[in-house]
Antibody
Framework: QLQLQESGPGLVRPSETLSLTCIVS??????????WGWIRQPPGKGLEWIGN???????YYNPSLKSRVTISVNTSKNQFSLRLSPVTAADTAVYYC???????????WGQGTLVTVSS | QSVLTQPPSVSGAPGQRVTISCTGS?????????VHWYQQLPGTAPKLLIF???NRPSGVPDRFSGSKSGTSASLAISGLQAEDEADYYC???????????FGTGTKVTV
């Protein structure tokens, strides 16, 4: 069964860059059937789609975050990454990575990692 | 601010049937885009519950069912069990926003 695991700093200072990596195991990131995405959830609030990227490099971002977000895929390491910059306290959230099937639904999720933006 | 609206909470007794609505518009559900549902148990990541409006992934009990009509969709849980207490989210695609959108979320209490 496919597994995804987020990793990265749990604390980021305001105006700096949030960087997270999602390691994919028990499956390959190189498939045209899937894209690889990020979703976040502020404490006590709902889910927000951040963006996704296919293994071939086509990226799509939430318009409200587009100017600050970059998602990249590293097929040699079987992992993908998120960069968000600059950050503010409003970016404090649990960040999830997930596999998006057929540019549609999210069928596998990581366990999530809490990122707090604070000085 | 989500473009898919769900009731904040629904509740039911064990064994009862509850439904959760997901109301969209002509740029998402009404445009023909599929609706998917996720279950988020307390302190855990969301889990795919229904895909493509009314399909269950392997392992999801048939007590869960989905439907879609017009600009809305619904998730029904029959034979409600204590383990169904969770937050539920619908998800679709919005052509006006050019992105994927989630519903506001519904807390189910048993």
């Amino acid at each position: 069964q496919l597994q995804l695991q987020e990793s990265g700093p749990g604390l980021v200072r305001p105006s700096e860059t949030l960087s997270l990596t999602c390691i994919v195991s028990r499956g390959s990131i190189s498939s045209s059937r899937y894209s690889w995405g990020w979703i976040r959830q502020p404490p006590g609030k709902g889910l927000e789609w951040i963006g996704n990227m296919s293994y071939s490099g086509s990226a799509y971002y939430n318009p409200s975050l587009k100017s600050r977000v970059t998602i990249s895929v590293n097929t040699s390491k079987n992992q993908f990454s998120l960069r968000l910059s600059p950050v503010t306290a409003a970016d404090t959230a649990v960040y999830y990575c997930a596999r998006q099937r057929n540019e549609d639904y999210l069928d596998y999720w990581g366990q999530g990692t809490l990122v707090t933006v604070s000085s | 601010q989500s473009v898919l609206t769900q009731p904040p909470s629904v509740s039911g007794a064990p064994g009862q049937r509850v439904t959760i609505s997901c109301t969209g518009s002509s740029s998402n559900i009404g445009a023909g885009y599929d609706v998917h549902w996720y279950q988020q148990l307390p302190g855990t990541a969301p889990k795919l519950l229904i895909f493509g409006n009314n399909n269950r992934p392997s392992g999801v009990p048939d007590r869960f069912s989905g439907s879609k009509s017009g600009t809305s969709a619904s998730l029904a849980i029959s034979g409600l069990q204590a383990e169904d207490e969770a937050d539920y989210y619908c998800q679709s695609y919005d052509s006006r926003l050019s992105g994927y959108v989630f519903g506001t979320g519904t807390k189910v209490t048993v």
